[in-house]
């Protein structure tokens, strides 16, 4: 009696269900996601590469070139992610990352949730909403921050 043994995922497959399951399982390295990110056919094969790349560059290219409409929103939200901090990257990274984003909502979203104090203040001084930075100045758990979005808020008046 054989057994049968179950595939194993396999990133090349011809079956997007396969390369999924590939990208699900982490058997796909940071080169190979980036690969399928720009590259695979299959909206739901992007789609998960996205959910496990790292890569703010090549997030910040599908924001903002992607036709899909899906596959464009959920590198939106990755990279929203990554940005504030919800991994391992480098701050200095993530710091030079919300320079070159020109999305206003990230950017708010980075204002109010970052996990550092001085990823907050980085964004303040790239908003010019009201009541934001009003929000921020009365809310915010850092009092450098609050001080940093009152300072915005004076200077935006002059």
């Known amino acids: ?4 043994r179950n595939p194993r995922p396999d990133i090349h497959a011809p079956d997007p269900a396969s390369r999924r399951a ?5 058997v796909v390295g940071h080169n190979a996601l980036r690969r399928v990110v720009t590259h695979d056919p299959d909206r739901g094969v992007r789609c998960a590469a996205i959910r496990r790349l790292q890569d703010l ?9 992607e ?31 919300l320079k070159a984003c020109s999305d206003a909502q990230i ?19 790239l ?12 809310h915010d758990p850092d009092p450098t921050v609050r001080s940093a979005a009152a300072d915005r808020l004076i200077n935006l008046r002059s």
């Open 1 to 4: 009696m054989r057994l049968r």
């Open 22 to 26: 590939a990208i699900d399982a982490a």
């Open 57 to 65: 560059i090549i997030l910040r290219q599908v924001c903002e070139s």
């Open 67 to 97: 036709s899909d409409e899906v596959v464009r929103e959920a590198a939106r939200v990755r990279y929203r992610q990554l940005l504030a901090g919800g991994d391992t990257l480098d701050i200095g990274y993530r710091h030079a990352a």
């Open 107 to 125: 950017i708010a979203h980075v204002a109010r949730s970052a996990r550092e104090p001085s990823l907050r203040r980085a964004a303040l001084g």
């Open 127 to 138: 908003i010019d909403e009201w009541g934001l930075l009003e929000e921020i100045r009365c």
